[in-house]
């Protein structure tokens, strides 16, 4: 089975402030995706990034960065010179190849408040 | 490009009425579309699931069903609410394939009186 663990339940920040939302993920599968979504007040989940488990490479977008390490099993999120706008749920998920790959597993979710 | 339509946005409803919430996905064929509820305290949780017209799977045993009438539409029903049917509803789909994500639509925030 698959486990997501987001331990920042929530993380508030002053405006131009940088965060990382954690993310801890279990699985026994050698091939799996992991994915980041952003909740905004208005309820909709946005789909913001993908990252396949035999690609290690760190992604960055704009003032987004995306750290994955298989070594910890965390896929962690930078947000840099946070703004207002960057107040959300974010959601760490995680799938698998092969049978199971439509469902998503997802983490609790962090609650991030930027304050001006 | 694709497009996920979920309505109504917001419903209230009395104990012991049916329900009927409706998704549609324009744009694409054969998706695997669900259907997922989060209530306050925020964790979602997978209700139903469809990988083709007709086929459903329920992931936990509830008040509510749903059906795939058309290859892009899926509706989520009961017969009778009640109070713990409450929550935000939220519809999505994804493309058939195993690194494909989830698509989400804008959700229905139901109450139920």
């Known amino acids: 089975a698959q486990k997501v663990t987001q331990a920042q339940t929530e993380i508030s920040v002053v405006e131009k402030e940088d965060v990382t939302l954690d993310c801890v993920y279990e699985?026994?599968?050698?091939?799996?995706?992991l994915f980041w979504y952003k909740q905004p007040p208005s309820g909709e989940l946005v789909f913001l990034i993908r990252r396949n488990s035999f690609d290690e490479q760190n992604e960055i977008s704009g003032r987004y960065s995306w750290n994955f390490q298989k070594s910890t099993s965390s896929f962690n999120f930078t947000i840099t010179a946070s703004q207002v706008v960057d107040s959300a749920v974010y959601f760490c998920a995680l799938s698998v190849s092969g049978g199971s790959n439509y469902k998503l597993t997802f983490g609790k979710g962090t609650l991030l408040t930027v304050n001006p | 490009s694709q497009t996920i339509h979920q309505w109504p946005a917001t419903l209230v409803q009395p104990v012991g009425s049916p329900l009927s919430l409706e998704c549609t996905v324009e744009g694409t064929s054969n998706p695997n579309l669900y259907w997922y509820r989060q209530a306050a305290g925020r964790g979602l949780q997978l209700l139903f699931y469809?990988?083709?017209?007709?086929?459903i799977s329920s992931e936990v045993p509830q008040n509510l069903s749903a059906s795939r009438p058309q290859d892009r539409q899926f509706i989520l029903s009961s017969k009778k609410l009640l109070l713990s049917d409450s929550g935000f509803y939220l519809c999505?789909?994804?493309?058939?394939?195993?690194?494909?994500?989830?698509?989400f639509g804008d959700g229905t925030r139901l109450s139920i009186l």
């Open positions: 469809s990988v083709g017209i007709g086929q």
């Open positions: 999505a789909w994804r493309t058939q394939g195993n690194n494909q994500p989830q698509h």
């Open positions: 699985t026994r599968d050698t091939t799996y995706y």
